[in-house]
């Protein structure tokens, strides 16, 4: 349930961005801000399925799975470091925001795949 609030507040943001975020991003920043809606709609999704990556570390740190958690995010920074070096140059700020999103999805499926192991573990012992 946690997860589904997690990524029920995710959605949230980026239908907010998709919606109002010109005005938004005029209101608290200045004017133009607001062209670059697409870049906080993408960075919003990042953030998404990054809340969601984050409500499982909970639960595979309370299995103690510290090295694979170790190993995910090592995957994550290698995997960001690569999509950083080919999408930031052809894209720039698009490109960070995809680099980005690749970032925490490798983070949400690792960590996802760490926490049903263990789950799986618990249940074959029960």
Do not use: C, D, K
């Not at 507040?9 to 991003?25: D, Y």
């Not at 290698?78 to 970032?103: D, E, H, K, N, S």
């Amino acid at each position: 349930q946690l997860l589904l609030l997690g990524a029920g507040i995710g959605a949230a943001g980026v239908a907010v961005s998709v919606v109002a975020g010109g005005p938004l991003l005029s209101l608290v920043y200045t004017p133009q801000y607001a062209e670059h809606v697409p870049l906080l709609v993408l960075v919003m999704a990042g953030g998404a399925v990054l809340y969601v990556g984050s409500l499982l570390g909970a639960p595979a740190t309370a299995m103690r799975a510290f090295r694979s958690q170790l190993v995910v995010h090592a995957a994550s920074v290698a995997v960001m470091l690569a999509a950083g070096a080919i999408l930031v140059p052809r894209l720039g700020m698009m490109g960070a925001a995809w680099t980005m999103l690749v970032g925490s999805a490798v983070v949400t499926a690792g960590t996802w795949e760490i926490v049903r192991r263990g789950l799986r573990r618990l249940e074959a012992a029960a």
